[in-house]
């Protein structure tokens, strides 16, 4: 991507607008002003703003909607945490307020359980669906993310955003040794753990967090469903995708070799493409 072209896509991200729902308010970032309408939905802990990567690659050609889920980046906290159905519920809320009648869903790890959530609730809104490093079915949470479910470890996390080199080497984690996170990256994931209320909502979260939620939603789901999932995921085993390829109608599994578990931002491109394979002809 040519830095020019860069920066004319750039200047398509718009500023977060907040959309209220029944639930609550969700922030929202948009991108794009024409085509169809891709709908972004992040992993557990982190916000919209990992979508950034992709807002640039493709604001010229799609609308683009990155949310931050109940509880996470600049949405509101909810008064309990939620399942990914309830999440999923308010995502359709959102494509119920903009008017959006059908989308393209993109999802990593959490997102993804709520992308499949919302293909199950609302079939005929979604055109396909696209997993990244995505939970789906049972398997053993890594150990700091099992760390969280308690109050203190959690609001350790959200003291630790003050020292740069524990922010660093906690979002390390994600990706593979060879991938720098740039600072805006590191900056941005750790400033939506600043809200009130944001840390205890996650210990809250993990302790009634269901990585295996969907199983059952995944025979009624008929989209076209890719997943792409790294082979340096630390977080999610890739014996989760190779499940849910074998159990969902229409889906194909791609392994992005030396990726971690934010291919967003460490094969951004590949994604990119990805989603370009997915919009309506």
């Given at each position: 991507?040519?830095?020019?072209?860069?920066?004319?896509?750039?200047?398509?991200?718009?500023?977060?607008s907040?959309?209220?729902?029944?639930?609550?308010?969700?922030?929202?970032?948009?991108a794009?002003?024409?085509?169809?309408?891709?709908?972004?939905?992040?992993?557990?802990?982190?916000?919209?703003?990992?979508?950034?990567?992709?807002?640039?690659?493709?604001?010229?050609?799609?609308?683009?909607?990155?949310?931050?889920?109940?509880?996470?980046?600049a949405?509101?906290?909810?008064?309990e945490?939620?399942?990914?159905?309830?999440?999923?519920?308010?995502?359709?809320?959102?494509l119920?307020?903009?008017?959006?009648?059908?989308?393209?869903?993109?999802?990593?790890?959490?997102?993804?359980?709520?992308?499949?959530?919302?293909?199950?609730r609302?079939?005929?809104?979604?055109?396909?669906?696209?997993?990244?490093?995505?939970?789906?079915a049972?398997?053993?949470?890594?150990?700091?993310l099992?760390?969280l479910?308690?109050?203190?470890?959690?609001?350790?996390?959200?003291?630790?955003?003050?020292?740069?080199?524990?922010?660093?080497?906690?979002i390390?984690?994600?990706?593979?040794?060879?991938?720098?996170?740039?600072?805006?990256?590191?900056?941005?994931?750790?400033?939506?753990?600043?809200?009130?209320?944001?840390?205890?909502?996650?210990?809250?979260?993990?302790?009634?967090?269901d990585?295996?939620?969907?199983?059952?939603?995944?025979?009624?789901?008929?989209?076209?469903?890719?997943?792409?999932?790294?082979?340096?995921?630390r977080?999610?085993?890739?014996?989760?995708?190779?499940?849910?390829a074998?159990?969902?109608?229409?889906?194909?599994?791609?392994?992005?070799?030396?990726?971690?578990h934010?291919?967003?931002?460490?094969?951004?491109?590949?994604?990119?493409?990805a989603?370009?394979?997915?919009?309506?002809?």
């Amino acid at each position: 991507m040519s830095g020019q072209t860069e920066l004319a896509a750039t200047a398509l991200v718009h500023a977060r607008s907040p959309v209220p729902t029944t639930r609550g308010v969700l922030s929202v970032v948009t991108a794009g002003t024409s085509g169809p309408d891709v709908v972004l939905l992040h992993g557990l802990t982190d916000n919209a703003t990992t979508w950034l990567p992709l807002q640039r690659r493709l604001a010229q050609q799609v609308r683009l909607h990155a949310i931050d889920l109940p509880g996470h980046g600049a949405s509101a906290v909810p008064s309990e945490p939620m399942t990914m159905a309830a999440m999923a519920e308010e995502v359709i809320a959102y494509l119920d307020a903009v008017n959006i009648s059908k989308c393209v869903l993109v999802g990593n790890s959490l997102g993804g359980g709520v992308a499949l959530g919302v293909c199950a609730r609302a079939g005929m809104r979604v055109s396909a669906a696209l997993l990244l490093g995505s939970v789906g079915a049972p398997f053993t949470l890594d150990l700091g993310l099992r760390l969280l479910r308690n109050d203190r470890a959690a609001e350790w996390m959200a003291r630790a955003a003050a020292t740069q080199k524990v922010r660093y080497w906690i979002i390390r984690r994600g990706f593979p040794l060879r991938y720098r996170p740039t600072d805006e990256m590191v900056s941005n994931y750790w400033k939506a753990w600043q809200e009130p209320g944001r840390a205890r909502h996650i210990a809250a979260l993990m302790r009634i967090h269901d990585v295996g939620e969907p199983l059952p939603w995944l025979s009624t789901i008929r989209q076209r469903v890719d997943l792409l999932h790294g082979s340096l995921d630390r977080f999610v085993p890739i014996s989760v995708s190779q499940r849910l390829a074998r159990e969902l109608p229409n889906a194909r599994l791609t392994v992005l070799p030396g990726v971690g578990h934010l291919p967003q931002h460490d094969a951004a491109q590949a994604v990119s493409d990805a989603v370009r394979q997915l919009l309506p002809s």
